[in-house]
């Protein structure tokens, strides 16, 4: 029994440590902390308490291993003792050496600990150069102090250890009880049964970043950044710097006269914006039927009420990368997601963020997990000032693997519309469906195939909310883009890398469209900022990559994407399709300017990800 309370009393104390580095945090910034409420406080200590707990768990498997072993392997106490005690002191020296440098350095950086510190290390002056003498001596005796006394703390825990010999009978069950308990921990690492591990983003709980900073535990922000700062800027070395700006500046989307000749499609310039990312709605889909009857009726009625995109394409196959290239203009990666770097991702500029600045309210709701690949924390540093989500909901309703789903969830978000629009100011409300996510488990049966069922699904529970919309008030003001994160592998052999894997559908809608209309212009989710912005009146210059749609700069407009070490470009003229692990062009013309672009975009993304 006492082999266990010590494995207890070991997270316990893990945890203890680990929280109490929330008040010295906000006591050391007490300025920054003291524009917050008590509260808000209290949030940063139960928010924190996610990844304490993963952090204690780490912590705590070599102990859980140590008492394992000691029932089989007979070593005096003596020895398993020595061996712990390295071991607490080498944690304590850590963690404290972690805590003490974070608390020194975000005052200067603005940002928790992560692994970029590993660059400077080598230059031990430049990796100091924040600090003044003074200020360095402070965190030594900040590291002495609170190691020696998380130590100490260890050592009086470590007299519970024991390692007497059982007989086989109970060492059996003694050990049988030990690797429960080590499921306990793997799952205290993992950040609980959820889809979603722990990440950053699993502390992210309000709009005002130093307190989402002030929840984040240093020591994971730092080891789960480990390994992730890479020399992005070497990546694709496609040109020399001379040649790869001037073709990047042939295709930027904020060239000088970029808003020239662009039509008025709204009946106003401030309209209030709801945008819908639906999962995984592929063209491909939306312009299937089975036995005649369409497959999303809905979809393809509205193409024909509002402005329909027909030659437009998703960024990648993912909805991480997909929601930034929708949210932020910024091109999808081959291997990688910004999204989950969040000190780079929160620094790239936004659709939420510029509308902000106008005086817009900004909402997002999705009806699963935002921790899901930092979610949060990206939507929450560029501009999304409320986050509705699967544990704000705690709704009296069945959940599927990624949540509840769309006939449960769109019906809040038309009422969080109306609500908006009640209250009189300008707003952009965000909604991420979900219920055609794979495995495609649905309350609806209409098609045998599972995924085209549930992309029926989907597409009604859209059609009925834009119809309650009609119905309302707020649809005079309404300006509603629906636009898929990703498109989805159907047929089911078309080809990974394919210009029709990506094609997707994207739908203006609205009392403030003027009249409906088809583009035939090539382009793709980056393209929607600027093209969004440019009809409100706003600039879009923080937006190199996004491209105005209607505008007459750049006169290059295209289709562009992403896949595992590759990239499409599509435009009137044709498509280029090009493998790097191969250096070939794998379909279309290699001699094409667009295989140009597409070099120059990927390897601009990466320099770009590089100085963040």
């Not at 040649?243 to 009946?267: C, H, K, M, Y």
Request: charged share 20%; glycine share 8%; proline share 5%.
């Amino acid at each position: 029994m006492r082999r266990f309370l010590f494995i207890l009393a070991v997270f316990c104390t893990t945890v203890f440590w680990m929280v109490l580095q929330k008040p010295l945090f906000l006591l050391f910034y007490h300025a920054q902390a003291a524009q917050s409420s008590f509260g808000e406080w209290l949030g940063v200590l139960w928010h924190g308490l996610t990844l304490d707990s993963t952090v204690a768990g780490y912590v705590t498997a070599f102990p859980v291993l140590t008492v394992l072993f000691s029932l089989w392997i007979p070593l005096s106490r003596r020895v398993w003792r020595i061996i712990l005690i390295v071991y607490f002191a080498l944690i304590s020296l850590f963690a404290a050496t972690v805590f003490a440098v974070d608390l020194g350095l975000y005052g200067y950086w603005g940002f928790r600990l992560d692994g970029s510190v590993l660059i400077y290390l080598s230059d031990p002056k430049e990796a100091m150069a924040s600090l003044s003498w003074g200020e360095t001596l402070r965190q030594v005796a900040i590291l002495l102090l609170y190691g020696g006394a998380m130590m100490w703390s260890y050592l009086y825990v470590l007299r519970l250890f024991r390692n007497d010999p059982l007989p086989l009978f109970r060492r059996i069950g003694a050990s049988l009880c030990t690797l429960f308990i080590a499921g306990l921990t793997f799952l205290a690492i993992r950040g609980g049964v959820t889809v979603a591990t722990a990440n950053v983003s699993k502390v992210y709980f309000s709009s005002d970043m130093f307190l989402n900073h002030a929840a984040t535990n240093p020591i994971f922000s730092f080891l789960s950044s480990v390994g992730s700062n890479k020399d992005y800027a070497s990546a694709y070395p496609f040109f020399d710097e001379e040649r790869r700006a001037a073709v990047f500046d042939e295709i930027r989307g904020n060239r000088p006269g970029a808003d020239e000749g662009t039509p008025q499609l709204l009946t106003t310039s401030r309209p209030n914006v709801v945008l819908i990312i639906l999962e995984s709605f592929s063209r491909t889909i939306m312009d299937e039927t089975v036995d005649g009857e369409p497959v999303m009726p809905w979809m393809n009625r509205l193409k024909e009420e509002g402005i329909w995109f027909e030659n437009f394409y998703a960024n990648s196959f993912r909805t991480d990368r997909g929601e930034v290239a929708v949210m932020s203009g910024y091109p999808a990666q081959t291997s990688m997601s910004i999204m989950k770097l969040p000190r780079k991702s929160a620094t790239l500029p936004s659709m939420a963020r510029s509308l902000q600045r106008e005086g817009y309210r900004t909402l997002f709701m999705y009806g699963g997990d935002l921790n899901f690949t930092n979610q949060s924390s990206f939507m929450y540093a560029t501009g999304w000032e409320r986050l509705i989500w699967q544990k704000d909901l705690q709704l009296d309703a069945p959940t599927s693997k990624w949540g509840y789903a769309d006939d449960v969830i769109i019906p809040l978000f038309g009422d969080e519309v109306e609500r908006l629009d009640r209250e009189g100011q300008p707003f952009l409300a965000g909604l991420l469906t979900l219920s055609s996510h794979e495995p495609f488990e649905v309350p609806y049966s209409k098609f045998e195939d599972k995924l085209l069922n549930s992309m029926a699904f989907a597409d009604e529970q859209v059609g009925l909310l834009i119809e309650r919309l009609k119905a309302s008030p707020a649809w005079d003001n309404l300006l509603v883009v629906l636009v898929a994160d990703h498109a989805y592998m159907y047929p089911y052999n078309v080809a990974y890398n394919a210009s029709l894997r990506h094609r997707i559908p994207m739908i203006w809608t609205g009392g403030a469209v003027k009249k409906p209309m088809k583009v035939d212009t090539y382009a793709s989710q980056i393209d929607l900022c600027a093209t969004l912005l440019a009809q409100l009146g706003i600039s879009h210059e923080e937006f190199d990559f996004s491209k105005n749609i209607f505008g007459a700069t750049p006169p290059h407009k295209f289709g562009y994407w992403c896949f595992s070490d590759g990239f499409g470009v599509i435009d009137a003229e044709g498509e280029t399709i090009y493998d790097h692990t191969t250096g070939t062009v794998v379909s279309g013309d290699p001699d094409s300017e667009r295989l140009e672009w597409g070099k120059a975009l990927l390897q601009t993304t990466y320099e770009d990800i590089d100085r963040r």
